[in-house]
């Protein structure tokens, strides 16, 4: 643009010190008692009163800085309450694997109600974990009737183990042998029900 442009005279530039004088103009007054400076900082205005604030000037908003306590009004006890929650931003925690309901709390209040169904479910888990620790088994082995005829040859039970089998036999073997009966014919017959009986349980595995 030419210094001697039509243009030139109507262009106006505002100085810094009179755009910082209608800044100072527009804050707000310091609300200290007695002041009349421009508030240009704020301070909390205090616990139950977030996002509030003062208007203080330097000089003031330093001051009450310096006294301003969060925790005034509150007891020793309520201020280590309010740093503990603090840790968790002040929202309700439980262990580690559980949630409101298992503990019986939602949003942050006990429910007696679900307490008691949780302890009863743990209750009954309890006796029966006891029960089947303690309680004798019922089994009873199913066998067939040859097997069981086998083993009243032998003069055993239904629930003779395979070790008791095998002693009874050579018990049996002993009593009922040829030699030892002086050749008597109905020790020998008996020997060989005998041995046909402790060779069929042997077969079916009881032996």
Not at 7 to 23: E, L, N, P, W
Not at 138 to 149: A, C, G, T, V, Y
Request: hydrophobic share 30%.
């Amino acid at each position: 643009m030419k210094l001697d442009s039509k243009y030139f005279d109507s262009i106006r530039v505002s100085s810094r010190r009179s755009g910082s004088a209608k800044k100072e103009t527009r804050a707000p007054g310091c609300q200290w008692k007695g002041c009349d400076k421009p508030g240009m900082h704020k301070a909390p205005k205090g616990r139950g009163r977030d996002g509030e604030y003062f208007n203080f000037c330097m000089d003031h908003v330093r001051q009450y800085n310096h006294d301003y306590n969060y925790f005034d009004g509150m007891s020793d006890a309520e201020v280590n309450n309010f740093r503990k929650d603090a840790l968790t931003g002040h929202r309700p925690t439980w262990k580690a694997g559980a949630n409101a309901w298992a503990h019986g709390t939602r949003d942050g209040v006990r429910t007696e109600e679900a307490a008691a169904r949780v302890a009863a479910s743990t209750a009954r888990t309890t006796r029966r974990a006891r029960s089947s620790r303690t309680e004798p088994s019922n089994f009873r082995r199913q066998l067939k009737p040859l097997e069981r005829k086998a083993l009243r040859t032998l003069d055993l039970g239904d629930e003779a183990t395979r070790e008791e089998i095998k002693t009874r036999f050579k018990e049996l073997v002993k009593i009922h042998h040829p030699d030892a009966n002086g050749g008597d014919s109905r020790s020998e017959e008996k020997l060989r029900e005998i041995l046909q009986a402790y060779n069929y349980l042997k077969q079916a595995g009881l032996a």
